[in-house]
């Protein structure tokens, strides 16, 4: 049998999977790696060559390529507009093992040995049917998927689309997920379609949509409505923080040592997501929504410009299903936190500290607190506060559903909502919404949707001061109860349906 050779672009560790999956097709033989980084020319990785791109079409004429990065369609774009490719192009890996049986599939997982995932070894390649065009319709794409009845991921995105639905629009979404083979389902009365970006390609060329509804922009998406040649569909895309925003934003997240060893590559990382967005930027076709004004100024800065199409626009806080109960001075003794603990960011550590430094005061067993969430963290920030086991503080490992969360914000009275950034903070928002006092950090783009007024702001990283917004609540039940009426009439005057999906939908509709 003829072996296939195959150039492997990419150093990185999903270049070393491609390798390993490549091993063990008998089909196919890796003949070299290449990258552009030059400082890699000539040396070796895994025992084999690692060449310029300039070279692969000397060195390896009849080979095709695999690009092993998530930077797949700048590189392609690279190969392609500078004519490096090889004779035999690009192969993209979920085809490679598209074309296997499950049989062959079955002893390929058994026999690959590999210290990360890239690559979905079951994949399987689903024709995607085109259908004909029904009407103007809109198309929502969410990057890591659209929420299931077995997942609620991006569900910021499917109460958008409840809504834009009850306004009468046509809509439907495709939730994108690398390396996952085409399927359809219905959530919730929408419809609903899944994939990889292979999927996202033929699914967008076979359909008509009048405009593309991003949340998550990523290269991904670009690539595959560039190889669908929809590139003339308007796109309204959704920013909402890490897609957009550099590593550093996110420092709050790594040791020192984490730093020292990854940064070279978060900085080349995030030059090539300026390249990204700055061509993004440039299209007529690209509309941008930010969130909140830290979040515009932040991507301008990091940018170097903002978009010629965008807006300011915040998530919506549904404050009818939020609706307050009437609240009583010794409501401010019963306080709630719902949060996830998979990243610092997210800052329960502070909330542990603040309620140990509480367990000190006279006062304190006339409070009560039930935590909620559940990540990574979860163990870690909440430790030493299960070891003391108060009798008055009830940790929870769980996620809410929404109807939950609107059941425990009836019937607490004070949100506890730290946080070391954050591009608005939905969940204080909906606590605000149901008539809580929230205490939150005056950091990022909180101060734009809370103020002394309506919740309780202390300084970055301090718990003690933490500690002290919630006593000094104990102490002052009349501000209490002044900033719990603040905090709904502020949300639903900043977030409220008139200024948040009111305004999305003349966008949409080109009424703006």
């Not at 639905?165 to 379609?193: M, N, S, T």
């Not at 996110?250 to 040791?255: A, F, H, L, R």
């Not at 005061?361 to 409070?367: A, I, N, S, T």
């Amino acid at each position: 049998m003829d072996r296939k050779k195959v150039i492997i672009f990419g150093t990185a560790k999903r270049g070393s999977e491609v390798l390993a999956i490549l091993s063990q097709l008998p089909q196919y033989e890796a003949a070299a790696f290449s990258c552009n980084d030059e400082a890699l020319w000539g040396m070796e990785k895994e025992g084999l060559g690692i060449i310029a791109p300039a070279d692969m079409r000397r060195l390896h004429p009849g080979a095709a390529v695999v690009i092993a990065s998530a930077s797949y369609m700048e590189i392609e774009t690279q190969l392609t507009d500078g004519q490096l490719l090889p004779d035999a192009g690009c192969l993209r890996m979920e085809r490679l093992i598209g074309e296997l049986s499950d049989e062959e599939k079955a002893a390929l997982s058994a026999r690959v040995q590999r210290e990360t995932c890239f690559y979905n070894l079951d994949y399987k390649e689903v024709r995607v049917p085109p259908e004909p065009d029904t009407g103007e319709k809109y198309l929502v794409i969410c990057t890591g998927g659209y929420p299931s009845a077995a997942s609620p991921r991006c569900m910021f995105a499917h109460e958008r689309v409840l809504q834009y639905q009850r306004a009468g629009l046509k809509v439907e979404a495709f939730g994108l997920i690398e390396g996952a083979p085409f399927e359809e389902y219905e959530y919730q009365g929408v419809r609903v379609f899944q994939g990889g970006v292979l999927e996202l390609e033929e699914f967008l060329g076979g359909r008509n949509y009048r405009k593309y509804l991003v949340h998550f922009v990523c290269p991904d998406i670009l690539y595959a409505v560039g190889r669908a040649g929809k590139t003339d569909v308007p796109m309204i895309v959704w920013c909402h923080g890490y897609e957009i925003l550099p590593w550093y934003c996110y420092w709050i997240n790594y040791s020192d040592e984490e730093v020292q060893e990854n940064g070279p590559k978060w900085q080349r990382m995030d030059r090539e997501k300026q390249r990204f967005l700055q061509d993004c930027f440039q299209k007529e076709t690209f509309q941008l929504v930010f969130v909140s004004n830290w979040l515009k100024e932040r991507v301008n800065k990091f940018v170097g410009r903002l978009p010629k199409n965008y807006a300011v626009i915040p998530n919506c806080i549904d404050s009818g299903f939020y609706k307050p109960e009437k609240r009583e001075p010794s409501d401010r003794l019963r306080i709630l936190s719902v949060k996830s603990h998979g990243s610092r960011k997210y800052a329960n550590d502070l909330t542990a500290k603040a309620i140990l430094a509480l367990s000190e005061k006279p006062f304190f067993q006339e409070l009560t607190f039930d935590l909620y969430g559940d990540g990574c963290l979860f163990e870690e920030n909440f430790a030493t506060l299960m070891k003391e086991d108060f009798p008055n503080v009830h940790i929870h490992q769980k996620m809410l559903e929404r109807y939950e969360m609107k059941k425990l914000f009836a019937e607490n009275g004070v949100f506890l909502s730290p946080t070391r950034l954050d591009a608005q903070g939905v969940t204080a928002n909906e606590a605000m919404a149901a008539g809580m006092a929230v205490i939150s950090c005056n950091t990022s783009a909180i101060k734009e949707f809370m103020d002394e007024s309506c919740a309780s702001l202390f300084e970055y990283d301090n718990y003690w001061m933490m500690a002290e917004e919630i006593e000094y609540l104990y102490n002052h039940p009349d501000e209490f109860l002044e900033k719990a009426k603040n905090a709904r009439e502020r949300v639903v005057r900043q977030c409220g349906y008139d200024h948040t999906i009111r305004q999305e939908l003349r966008l949409i509709l080109d009424e703006a």
